[in-house]
């Protein structure tokens, strides 16, 4: 294992400091929020085909029946420790664009992950960050969860997917909701790209937007359900890595969105008893919950057990599969709650990284 990075890479990595709370543009309705304990009404189908744009902006992903977790690419049930199987909905590629070849490399890879759901993946050409971005459609709104780092038409390609959905499902208007799993810059750079488009809502970045538009009054505590039609997904608080930061669980998929709370890379904490009481809060939400994956916001880990890329690095070659699942939350919440002081801890799939 090579020499970690000083906590200021670190600081760098994590995308800064926190932009000042803004409530964003909003047009539009919003979606129903609730504190009962609902659950989504439709169920999604296993899809193996993909979405693409126009090139050079898009490409076409290619999903693969094999578990082979060196292609990234996993269809078997997944075991979760405390709630048992649910067969996964939904496919994951066998390769993620890695900027090995910036000559050819589109600017955002779209995958249709199952019928209802998208997972875009921006260009390590593009930014170092090579951030994920979580498209959910419901019958009456879609949420995109977070915007990317810049210097790519994330609004053009979402709209695009919104459009391709929406004619599908009878060609009536469909809301976007813009959101983000946390307000560091890379998530968030393409926000006001969104802003004024019809048919438009947007969450805000910081504490008071986040819980404003998800009805939270009781934050970090308080978890609640926003419905997107027929689809209602659970919105947990997570401050720690950053203090806005929240994990959407989706029953539909059975996959929890973790943002950068937890994926396969260093996991830098900025608020280190927040974010124990986040883990733990977020295992005890799912315990009695069927969860097939955990999908986080990055990798930056290699497919050598405990090796990490290196900071700012422009290209992953050989890299860890986007997927985790529920035994590597425990393994994180055991992790961090036995440690009396914080300390940097290697693990095979992350790294515990307090800042």
Known sequence: ???????????????????????????????????????????E??????????????????????????????TSATTSATTGVQECAGELPAHWIDGIDCGSEPQVQVHQYSADTWILRQSLCTSFEGPFMMLLFGSERALLLDT??????????????????SQAHGGAPIELVVGNTHAHGDHVAGNDLF?????TSIVGIGE???????????????????????RVLDIVPLPGHE????AVYDPATGVVFTGDTLYPGRL????????????????????????????????????TPGEDFEFM???????????LDMAHLLELRDAVEAMQEPVIEVHDDFIVYPL
């Not at 189908?45 to 060196?70: I, L, M």
């Not at 977020?282 to 990798?299: F, P, Q, S, T, W």
Request: glycine fraction near 10%.
């Open 268 to 303: 830098y904490i900025a608020d280190f008893p927040a974010y124990v009481a986040s883990i733990g809060r977020l295992v005890d939400h799912l315990a009695d919950k069927e969860v097939c994956r955990v999908l986080g916001a990055h990798i930056e880990m290699t497919n």
């Open 195 to 199: 802003v004024g488009d019809a048919d």
């Open 148 to 165: 990317g780092d810049g210097n790519i038409p994330i609004d053009d390609i979402v709209h695009g997917l919104v459009d391709d959905w």
């Open 208 to 230: 008071a937007a986040v819980r404003q538009f998800f009805g939270i009054d009781a934050w970090p505590e308080q978890i609640v359900q926003y419905d997107l039609g027929g």
């Open 313 to 323: 690095q422009a290209s992953h070659p050989d890299e860890h599969p986007l997927e």
């Open 45 to 74: 189908g296993a899809t193996t085909t993909t979405t693409t744009t126009a090139e050079p902006v898009t490409t076409t992903s290619t999903t693969s029946t094999s578990d082979d977790s060196s292609t990234g690419s996993t």
């Open 243 to 246: 203090k806005a930061h929240i």
């Open 1 to 43: 294992m090579r020499t970690l990075w000083t906590p200021l890479l670190c600081v760098l990595a994590c995308g800064g400091e926190e932009p000042a709370a803004s409530d964003g543009t909003t047009t539009g309705t919003t979606g129903t929020t609730t504190t009962s304990g609902t659950t989504a009404s439709t169920t």
